[in-house]
């Protein structure tokens, strides 16, 4: 799908090459209709054509395995082995990929999430931490330098006593992540992301019970509306440097409300119980509707509906 409110043409012409479309998200789907261009051909003919997707769409969700992406208690050593390293009893997680060179330009927002977290927190005398399980690219020392180099780039950005920010810099499996996500230290899930086409491992994460703090924008409503603590903001132009052949110049994503986003982590971290009910309740939705079988069963009506399955008839002879 598309992150932000605009899609290139090239996407929509590919649409239109298709019988029929799959997205995963509401979002997907609502900036794919949304499309309209006027393509002009640059063959001196003049000639200009309406691009509009004109193909059937649909949506089915990326599932989770529930097999294995659950609450649990169970221990991993590989994982205790790292989370006992750390002080704090309290820790925001953010899963999610550090691909742009700006620590404030990239599409997860990643270097004003690690400012906005360090100002809340700064100069008390009880501090949570934040983990970030990101990379760039791949998981070698060059990559680790350079996200270490970033996060140091947001931190310079705030005085005083600041929190702890941890890096996990490497690749963890299944069984892995969601110890990680279940682990008793993590208390809560948070993002800022600009833009999601689905956001699975935010789904990922809600599995485990947890609170979820995350954009009130995107793909990742679909499964996050209710239950999850929503973050005000709005949508802007896409930073400069951020823009590309599919990340349009002149189209929008979103930006978190920082200061609103301080005051819900900040409330979160003082009265943590009055969130467990509502987060717990997701797990138990999300474990149904949006797992594996669930996909599964989404794509078999997909399928029902718009292919036509060859049908047995009996062979009648003359006599």
């Known amino acids: 799908g598309i992150e932000t409110t605009a899609a290139a043409g090239e996407w929509i012409e590919g649409l239109n090459k298709m019988d029929m479309n799959i997205v995963t998200s ?10 309209d261009y006027t393509k002009e051909y640059k063959d001196g003919s003049g000639r200009k054509e309406q691009l509009r997707n004109n193909k059937p769409m649909e949506i089915c969700f990326w599932g989770a395995n529930t097999e294995i992406y659950k609450i649990t208690n ?67 020392k060059v990559d680790k330098d350079s996200i270490l180099k970033k996060i140091k780039a947001a931190e310079s950005q705030v005085d005083g006593d600041k929190p702890n920010v941890y890096l996990n810099h490497g690749e963890l499996n299944d069984v892995e992540m969601n110890a990680l996500f279940n682990h008793e230290k993590v208390k809560c899930h948070v993002s800022f992301t600009h833009g999601e086409g ?10 485990s019970g947890k609170p979820v703090l ?16 929503l973050l005000d903001g709005e949508t802007k132009e896409v930073h400069p440097s951020a823009q590309n052949q599919f990340i349009l110049q002149g189209s929008q994503w979103f930006y978190v409300n920082y200061s609103n986003a301080a005051v819900k982590m900040l409330d979160i971290y003082k009265n943590y119980d009055k969130y467990s009910t509502e987060s717990k309740k997701l797990a138990e939705t999300n474990k149904v509707k949006f797992s594996m079988n669930s996909m599964t069963e989404s794509l078999r009506k997909i399928a ?14 003359p006599d």
């Open 304 to 317: 029902n509906t718009h292919i036509k399955v060859a049908q047995k008839i009996d062979l009648i002879l």
């Open 198 to 207: 689905f956001g699975h491992p935010l789904l990922l994460a809600s599995l």
């Open 74 to 140: 169970e221990k991993v050593e590989s994982v205790e082995k790292v989370l006992n390293q750390i002080p704090e009893t309290f820790a925001f997680l953010f899963v999610g990929q550090w691909t742009h060179e700006n620590p404030f330009a990239d599409r997860k927002d990643i270097g004003n999430l690690i400012k906005t977290f360090l100002t809340t927190f700064r100069n008390r005398p009880q501090k949570p931490c934040l983990i970030l399980k990101t990379s760039g690219t791949n998981y070698s």
């Open 26 to 35: 509401r979002h997907s789907k609502k900036v794919f209709d949304e499309a």
């Open 214 to 229: 995350a954009p009130d924008w995107s793909g990742h409503l679909d499964f996050l509306k209710q239950g999850a603590v």
